[in-house]
C-alpha cells in the first residue's frame, strides 16, 4: 500500500470558508441576496481569524449549501465554481500550504483535498492545484438540478476519516501511511488515522492535542505574498517540511 497526501480545505488550503467566499462571489454576481450571507459572516469573521470552528458550523454550511443551490441547474453551478476559482482562487490559497501540495507531487504521493464545504467547491480547487481528487460533501441532483437536499453524509469528522480510508484503500493507497493537514481539532479522526498529522494554524484544542503528541505544527499567515507572487517570484518551491 502506497501513501497519499490528504489536505483539509477551509482554513487550510485556504484562507477562511471555502463556502462564504463562493456565497459572497454569487451574491455580488446577483445570484444570492446578500442577507443570506450576512447570516453566516459571524461565523466567518470567527473562523477566519483562527478562533476555532464552532461545534455547529458543519450543519449550517451544510444547510446554507443546500439552500444556495436548491433548484439550480448544475450546468449553472459548474459555470459559476469555474468563474469562482478562476477569479478568486489565487487569493485565497495560502502559498506556504501550497508548496507543500507541490512537493508531496514532485515526489510522486497523489494529494487529495477532503472537505465538509461541497463537492464541486473541493473538486475545483483541486483541479486548480492539479491534486488526484477531493473529498467534499455531495448534493443531491435531479433531472440536472440541485434538489436541496444531501446526497451521503456531511463529509465532516469522522465520517470524512471514514470516507477518505474507504477511497484511499480502493486506489491501492493507505491512510495509516500517509499525511494529512488540518486546522481543526474536528479532524482528529483524520490527523490520527494518518502517519503524519500536520496541524496548520490550529484552533487551541488541536494545538493542544498536537503539542501533547509531538505532531508538527505549522503556521499559515496572513501576510504571505499571494499564490501568483510566489510562483512568480521563484519561492513556490524554497520551502518544505519534513515527511
Known amino acids: 500500500m502506497s ?20 456565497a459572497t462571489f454569487m451574491a455580488r454576481r446577483r445570484q444570492l441576496n446578500l442577507a443570506t450571507v450576512a447570516r453566516y459572516a459571524f461565523d466567518e469573521r470567527r473562523y477566519a481569524k483562527g478562533q476555532g470552528e464552532p461545534a455547529t458550523m458543519p450543519v449550517r454550511a451544510a444547510e446554507a449549501a443546500l439552500g444556495l443551490v436548491r433548484g439550480l441547474p448544475q450546468a449553472t453551478m459548474t459555470a459559476l465554481v469555474d468563474a469562482f476559482i478562476s477569479r478568486r ?5 495560502a502559498p506556504s500550504i501550497v508548496r507543500e501540495v ?16 461541497p463537492q ?12 488526484s481528487g477531493a473529498f467534499g460533501t455531495v448534493s443531491e441532483i435531479e433531472g440536472g438540478t440541485y434538489s436541496g437536499r ?7 469528522g469522522s465520517a470524512k476519516a471514514h470516507r477518505v480510508r474507504v477511497a484511499l484503500d480502493s486506489m491501492g493507497l493507505d491512510l495509516a501511511a500517509s ?10 479522526p483524520l490527523l490520527a488515522a ?8 490550529p484552533d487551541r484544542a488541536l494545538e493542544r492535542i498536537a503539542r501533547t503528541n509531538g505532531w508538527q505544527v505549522v503556521a499559515r499567515t496572513r501576510d504571505e505574498p499571494s499564490l501568483a507572487q510566489s510562483i512568480g517570484s521563484g519561492f513556490y518551491h524554497s520551502f518544505h517540511f519534513p515527511l
Open 89 to 93: 482562487s489565487d487569493r485565497l490559497l
Open 179 to 188: 499525511t494529512a493537514f488540518s486546522d481543526s481539532v474536528n479532524d482528529l
Open 102 to 117: 507541490a512537493r508531496f507531487q514532485t515526489l510522486g504521493i497523489p494529494c487529495f483535498i477532503a472537505t465538509a464545504s
Open 120 to 131: 464541486e467547491l473541493a473538486d475545483a480547487f483541486a483541479r486548480r492545484l492539479r491534486m
Open 3 to 22: 501513501a497519499a497526501a490528504v489536505f483539509d480545505l477551509d482554513n487550510t488550503l485556504i484562507h477562511g470558508s471555502s463556502l462564504f467566499h463562493f
Open 150 to 156: 444531501l446526497a451521503g453524509p456531511i463529509c465532516h
Open 194 to 201: 494518518a502517519r503524519v498529522p500536520i496541524a496548520v494554524s
